[in-house]
């Protein structure tokens, strides 16, 4: 769709930069909330080792045949981003969260937020979109603000944060207002001992 199209290009430089960053070279990357596995595809599409995870049982099937499609390294496992820590999965260069942690309630958050360190590596980068806290409209996600995301995730340090840019957007999303944070954790953050 156009709209997907327009996400596409939208995030498309939030990766650019994370490549940069890597020296030009993608690395590995864990989808946190990945629904069908849209955003896992234009990772692996980049270069990106990808692996998604999301509760829903449905969602994980429908990324899985998009992953046995898709070009690229994409791997999907059923599981709740709140206990990531205990899927036996490997460590991970950049984590990406599209709208995942802004649904969560305050315990579920507060264990997503100690859960990502167990699969974080050495100098580790979240991107996390968030919307701004509801209000009083009951149809969005309860949405973030900087400062649970900084409670939340408190071995992380929250380095950039920017609006969205949602040109074309369905009314509703312009109100919420989403934003990306930009989240790192370097090797010498990880506890010892």
């Not at 460590?91 to 649904?103: K, N, T, V, W």
């Not at 409209?137 to 408190?154: K, V």
Request: include cysteine; charge should be neutral; glycine fraction near 10%.
């Amino acid at each position: 769709t156009e709209q997907r199209r327009a996400n596409a290009a939208r995030y498309a430089s939030l990766f650019e930069r994370e490549e940069r960053d890597r020296g030009g070279r993608p690395g590995t990357a864990l989808d946190l909330g990945c629904g069908r596995g849209i955003w896992s595809a234009d990772l692996a599409e980049r270069g990106w080792d990808v692996t998604g995870v999301d509760i829903v049982r449905r969602a994980v099937t429908a990324a899985t045949a998009r992953g046995d499609a898709g070009p690229g390294s994409m791997r999907f496992v059923q599981g709740d981003v709140a206990r990531v820590d205990q899927l036996g999965l490997r460590r991970f260069d950049l984590l990406l969260d599209i709208s995942c942690f802004h649904e969560l309630d305050d315990e579920r958050r507060a264990a997503m937020g100690h859960a990502v360190d167990g699969v974080s590596a050495g100098d580790t980068t979240m991107l996390l979109q968030a919307f701004e806290p509801r209000g009083r409209n009951p149809m969005l996600p309860r949405g973030a603000t900087s400062d649970e995301i900084a409670w939340c995730f408190a071995r992380w340090t929250i380095v950039d944060e920017v609006p969205a840019d949602t040109t074309g957007a369905p009314a509703m999303v312009v109100k919420a207002r989403p934003r990306f944070f930009r989240l790192r954790r370097t090797a010498d953050s990880h506890p010892t001992g």
